[in-house]
């Protein structure tokens, strides 16, 4: 590692210098063949743990090689509490743990090993597995560990629902919509896993578990909605068996129909595992053998999640290239020298071809008058374009204009700024996938104990598409877009300073976006929207210099900032949101600099190991391992950069 005497040495110039140089190697050796970039992506134990299950409940041959590097990686990351965390050394998680644990049973271990007592007991002395959420239920259902009472009715005929009755799948966010949706059907045929009688869990629960009725009410939910959506269940209980045959047949169809739509290759059901397992059960679950093209093509999918090294393995959620390669393109441009610059280009001239220009996803159904022009997270997404994704994809190839004067971008740029706009909600601020999501009373449904079944505006998406739009040249006075973003961004500043982060963790993410954009999009430094923002990034610096922040800020009674050990990846953006705002010459920003250069190891990165995005808050968190790579790299170019200037004024949008 870099020494911090270095760092503060009397040539702090080139300390600073000699680690740009190091992380921009980093970096560019980290490309792919044909110049775009994808980090891993890892999630928490429920994903691997789920992979295994899958092959298990199809009854395929068991991979024995493979099965036991994933029971390695499962064994790493157990918690001290002896179950498993959300996070890196996290919480207890419930369904996490019993998901682990049945893995690790299933593949063979013994419940009376070490491992396996203590996460047992770590289950039963929180109150055992009927406290698993509702994804659990379900899978437990369908290995005949619990009864189907014991998850909430949804009848596969939602699918002939109209738009305008308050529960339709398009009222849904896109990961909830393609993970309802095959599951719907495996709702209404109800199958057995091929090895349902092989293995129970009798042993995690305090009572019998096929005496276990529903789910109890959520933390987020409210009573009056909670009972009314719990009496309706009641209800369809009773008339679920009563449905029609026709009518649940069509319905089945419709819900194939839209699945098969939307397969979308190798690349899977909305690329995201959750639907693309659904998928394949619901094929088993219909007669069609493992070789039926669509089940075969989805199935395929999943394995290219896989990420397999000598001594583990694990599954990825999803895969982030597009989201990688758009990022580390401005981190690029601001280590700015030759070789940077051209990968930059070289990988938009990759991304270029992947903006969806002519397929109408899901979000049509709310704005059916825009064009598409986005760019998915993942390489193929064609009905399920981010609009995140799709502003920092367009700001990088402004900043590829502005350097050579090309007009190479300039139709991408157009299509991509048409369909942002198009995608405004009434409300003022954007979401990642959707327009107008805004029926929160489904989060009170019993089958979202998770609270992620919306994609509403979020502070930090809205930043994004207020930056990007600045960055094109529009102001508040000629943008009515610009300015009611800027007014969304102003009215959810919480009284602290801060403001929310949807998708990365968590105040310091969404306070660094939200800075960005207003800077970019010509808010004065003196503002008090901007100094309560700095002063709060300013009063959370840790005492080495860095920022950092835990998933526990997610929590519903959340009444202030709680300190956490320091990363990378939150002092990078604490860093480009404090430079943002005009803070360049503050002497925290220098200690922030100090910091990373004194933790750069010496392959010219960072090491770490702490869970610093969000899947969903409070179930579900990410790790990319790109973030510890290409931010601080952002973070410490754009320092130089400033410093070298006259104005000392950040001049893009992010």
Known sequence: MHSVEKSVGSHPGEALETSIAAATRAVLDARQADGHWVFELEADATIPAEYVLLRH??????????????????????????????????????????????????????????????????IRSRGGAIHSNVFTRFMLAMFGVMKWRSVPVIPVEIMLLPLWFPFHINKMSYWARTTVVPLLVLAALKPRAKKADAINLDELFLQPPLSIGMTA??????????????????????????????????????????????????????????????????????????????????????????????????????????????????????????????????????????????VKGDWAVKSPQVRPGGWAFQYNNEYYPDLDDTAVVVMAMDRAKRLD?????????????????????????????????????????????????????????????????????????????????????????????????????????????????????????GDPVIRKGVDWLLSIQNKDGGWGEDARSYRLDYSGFEGAPSTASQTAWALLGLMAAGEVAHPAVAKGIQYLIATQTEKGLWDEQRFTATGFPRVFYLRYHGYSKFFPLWAMARYRNLRNTNSRAVGVGM
């Not at 998680?93 to 203590?118: I, Q």
């Not at 029926?439 to 609270?451: K, M, Q, R, V």
Request: glycine residues 8%; contains cysteine; charged residues 20%.
């Open 57 to 122: 409940y199809l009854g395929e041959p068991v991979d024995s090689v493979l099965e036991s590097k994933i029971a390695n990686y499962l064994r790493r990351v157990q918690g001290a509490h002896g179950g498993w965390p959300l996070v890196h050394e996290g919480d207890f998680d419930m369904s996490a743990s019993v998901k682990a644990y049945f893995a690790l049973k299933m593949m063979g271990h013994s419940p009376d090993a070490p491992h396996m007592m203590r996460a047992r007991e770590a």
């Open 405 to 525: 004067k090309t007009g190479d971008y300039d139709a991408a740029i157009a299509r991509g700024r048409e369909w942002i706009e198009g995608m405004q909600s009434r409300n003022g601020g954007w979401a990642a996938f959707d327009v107008n999501n805004l029926e929160y009373y489904l989060n009170n449904i019993p089958f979202s104990d998770h609270g992620a079944l919306l994609d509403p505006p979020t502070e930090d998406v809205t930043a994004r598409c207020v930056s990007m739009l600045a960055q094109l040249g529009a102001t508040l006075q000629s943008s009515k877009p610009l300015s009611d973003g800027v007014g969304y961004l102003r009215r959810t500043q919480l009284a602290e300073g801060s403001w929310y982060g949807r998708w990365g963790l968590n105040y310091i993410y969404g306070t660094w976006s939200a800075l960005c954009a207003l800077n970019a999009a010509g808010v004065e430094h």
């Open 217 to 358: 009410k959520a933390p987020h939910q409210s009573w009056g909605w909670f009972l009314f959506f719990r009496g309706l269940d009641s209800v369809l209980r009773v008339l679920e068996p009563l449905s029609p045959k026709k009518l649940r047949t069509r319905a089945i169809d419709a819900a194939v129909a839209f699945i098969e739509e939307r397969l979308n290759g190798e690349d899977g059901l909305g690329a995201i595992y959750p639907p693309i397992a659904n998928a394949i059960m619901m094929y088993d679950a219909l007669g069609k053998s493992a070789d039926y093209p669509p089940r075969a093509i989805t199935r395929r999918a999943l394995e290219r999640l896989l990420v397999i090294r000598e001594q583990e393995a694990y599954c990825q959620p999803c895969m982030s290239p597009v989201w990688d390669t758009s990022l580390t393109c401005h981190a690029m441009f601001e280590a700015g020298d030759e070789e940077a610059l051209s990968s930059a280009r070289r990988a938009l001239d990759w991304l270029k071809p992947k903006q969806v220009l002519d």
